[in-house]
């Protein structure tokens, strides 16, 4: 299960590749731009790897590079790479029997969840890591 912050991380992992604009780039570089370890960041790019996103090459003299053009990268992708939570989490506990709330908020819950992920799916298959690299720039 993929922490709350990696999509993100991989965002900024992907951004920082095509920023780089197809030069090999050592896990160790991107790991002081997200200010954490170079094993923390293989083990991102090894999912986006796995997705087709990044190619990789191993050894002492590493290195990654996007496999396609950013343009062709949605963030949908890269959230689906990387195993990325769903929007809330539910809570988990016994219901309290003689409490109506208590025994149907989790179906009411995952109702709104399920449109919740629905719309933010929708809005990441809209947006592409290109359209990122431009805000970087505006800044």
């Known amino acids: 299960m993929a922490s709350n912050t990696q999509f993100s991380i991989a965002v900024h992992l992907m951004a920082g ?20 370890s170079a094993s923390f960041i293989r083990r991102v790019l090894a999912k986006l790897s796995k997705a087709g996103l990044v190619k990789t090459t191993t050894g002492h003299s590493g290195a990654c590079w996007l496999a396609r053009e950013p343009s062709t990268i949605t963030l949908l992708e890269i959230y689906n790479a990387v ?56 800044k």
Request: proline share 4%.
């Open 17 to 36: 590749l095509g920023d780089r604009c197809g030069q090999d780039t050592k896990s160790c570089d991107l790991a002081a731009s997200v200010n954490t």
């Open 83 to 138: 195993g990325a939570p769903k929007v809330f989490a539910i809570h988990d506990y016994t219901p309290l029997e003689p409490c109506k709330v208590s025994c149907n908020i989790k179906y009411a819950l995952d109702k709104v969840r399920c449109k919740a992920q629905s719309a933010t799916e929708a809005a990441l298959g809209q947006m592409t890591l290109a359209g990122v690299l431009l805000d970087l720039k505006k």
